[in-house]
């Protein structure tokens, strides 16, 4: 039976005249049944996974044989019963399967289906550009068929720039079809942009990453459908009250990857938000959760804010935020280490984000003040992975003051591994 914890890390004391609260929240699932779903709108749900490739002309040769390839692992990986669908998307998308003339746009597995769905794969070929709006809105279409709380979940490998269509027309197709299911983004190679397809990744509740070589996007595609298919809740939400008169600054994602929830609210009375998280398994994630209040006097206390974790509107754990103000140095002076934490990891990625940004285009001294930043919050927070990252686009020569030195002639690949994985957290040393 899947249950659910909540747990609250902040510090509660606050000094006189101070207005914002900061709390990380873990929440904790265990228990997930991948096969039994859960919840009500889950008691008919399942699974559907459509696999969009880019079959554009880029892609001739080694990558187009790879993406056939993986596809077809993908499929294999795909247990039955599950539904399923494959997209070829160009300038255009197209449906490789279920057939364009079938009467369905989406089936289930089953070896009939597993064998002719590789066989369709196996028969496409390159050709035309690249618009990344279609092939959102044609998976979006596909799904639209499923019964409710089916968990909807696609992967999108891309090689090249979104260029095949209007300014806008990508950005508009993600808000169109966001909260209506989840994506996870790859791009293969060095000619993709990193910032187009994590838009497409971060408003889809998935993950982007690089593929560097082709022979990786098999086993890449093979995990994530593991992952996908081990996700016994189809939807939750992180829903936060807080009191009259009191504002929301943010709620964010801080672990396992980094994500700004804030946009996404939903409202649920006048004084609590929704926030959706996506589907789930036996997993834990960490909420940043700030909040603005009205200063109180030495001495006061106040609630300021209650976090609960819903799945089909049930409150399955909670959790809760509160306040005190006081005259004591010592109370008001202690931050909360995981707090303290994770603003370092959210500082650590967009000065990543920014510095990468600023090389990019042509800004050596910015680059430098930047990606030296980054290096001594990866130093403080220990994050070994884009410490090593890092050392690939910068010669490191204190990582305590965070003096670095531009490297010349840096891989393109290496800078958009960096990245690409620049959202990725570490957690609190315990």
Known sequence: MATFTAEVFSNEFL?????????????????????????????????????????????????????????AVAVDTIPDGTYFAIVQGSHVANRVFPYPNAPVKIVQMEPGARAEAKRAIARVTPSGGTAMSSWLLLADEIFATLPPGVRKHAILLTDGKNESEPAGNLSRAIRRVQGNFQVDARGVGDRWVVEEVREISTALLGTVGLIADPSQIASDFEQLIKASVARGIADAQLRVWIPQGAQLLFVRQVAPTLEDLTPRRIDVNPLTGGFPTGSWGNEEREYHVAVRVGSKPVGAEQLVARVQFTVDGQVHASGLVKAQWSGDANLTARISPEVAHYTGQAELAA?????????????????????????????????????SRLRRVVEIE????GTVRLKRDTSKLDEMALDTASTKTTRVRK
């Open 351 to 387: 000065v990543i984000q920014e510095g990468l940004a600023a090389k990019s285009a042509g800004d050596e001294a910015t680059a430098t003040v930047k990606l030296g930043r980054a290096v001594q919050l990866a130093q403080q927070t220990g994050n070994d992975e884009a410490t």
């Open 398 to 401: 204190d990582p305590d003051r």
């Open 15 to 71: 000094p006189e005249g101070a207005t914002d609260v900061h709390a990380i929240v873990s929440v904790k699932a265990s228990g997930v049944d991948a096969n039994a779903g859960f919840g009500a709108a889950s008691a008919g749900g399942g699974a559907a996974e459509i696999i969009i490739f880019d079959s554009s002309g880029s892609m001739t040769g080694r990558n187009m044989e790879s993406a056939k390839h993986a596809a």
